[in-house]
């Protein structure tokens, strides 16, 4: 069993609906979260982090963390179609030099 | 303009061949990362450096070899022992500060063995 699973979609929506994004982890000494969004043959740029259970909002998006239940959420509101790409979640934990493991990534396709 | 540079964008390579590439970053970075990520999957560590020369490995370490001689720049070197290269390489950097465990990505080299 992978430490981070991830469903590896690809999940399609149409434009302006929520897009839910969630990875289910196995370590509990997760201390930090965060979200990636990759397109095509780039490199990932970070779009969220936290490390709190919780919700954080930035804009359209909402991050929320779950650590009694080992899951950790992305929400994507008003999704457009420049939205469309992989999301990879990752998590890390300070005694382990901050390495930081990944989801396997959800493809999101947003139809307009 | 701040950031991390990798060159070349794409490489190829003969098999038995060793191939460097090249990571820069100009944010004042403790930590640098090299990344393999095959199609359809996540990200897999090969080696990190925490500060300047020194650098463990990560979870495949095996037919790779970096150096980190300077602050700025943490060079790949793929081996021809490893079998199976051909992939999308990503560096990328991490200040070290408190509460800053966020890590930085370049653009990626997508290497191709011929």
């Known amino acids: 069993q992978k430490e981070v699973e991830q469903d590896p979609g690809p999940l399609s929506v149409p434009e302006g609906a929520i897009v839910s994004l969630n990875c289910t982890y196995s370590?509990?000494?997760?201390?930090?979260f965060m979200w990636y969004r990759q397109y095509s043959r780039k490199g990932p740029e970070l779009l969220m982090y936290t490390y709190s259970s919780g919700n954080k909002e930035d804009g359209r998006f909402t991050a929320q963390v779950d650590k009694s239940s080992k899951y950790i959420s992305l929400f994507i509101r008003d999704s457009q179609p420049s939205d469309s790409a992989t999301y990879l979640c990752a998590m890390s934990f300070k005694a382990a030099g901050n390495k930081l493991t990944f989801g396997g990534g959800t493809r999101v396709l947003v139809k307009p | 303009d701040g950031g991390i540079t990798q060159s070349p964008k794409y490489l190829f390579r003969k098999e038995g061949q060793n191939v460097t590439l090249s990571c820069e970053q100009n944010?004042?970075?403790?930590?640098m990362y090299w990344y393999r990520q095959d199609p359809g999957q996540g990200l897999r560590l090969i080696y990190y450096?925490?500060?300047?020369?020194?650098?463990q490995k990560g979870d495949i370490a095996e037919g790779y070899s970096v150096s980190r001689e300077k602050k700025e720049s943490f060079p790949l070197t793929v081996t021809s022992a490893q079998k199976n290269p051909t992939a999308f390489y990503l560096c990328?950097?991490?200040?070290?500060?408190?509460?800053?465990?966020?890590?930085?990505f370049g653009p990626g080299t997508r290497l191709t063995v011929l």
């Open positions: 450096s925490q500060i300047v020369n020194d650098f």
């Open positions: 944010l004042n970075h403790d930590a």
């Open positions: 370590n509990s000494a997760f201390q930090y």
């Open positions: 990328a950097s991490r200040s070290g500060r408190a509460n800053t465990d966020t890590q930085y």
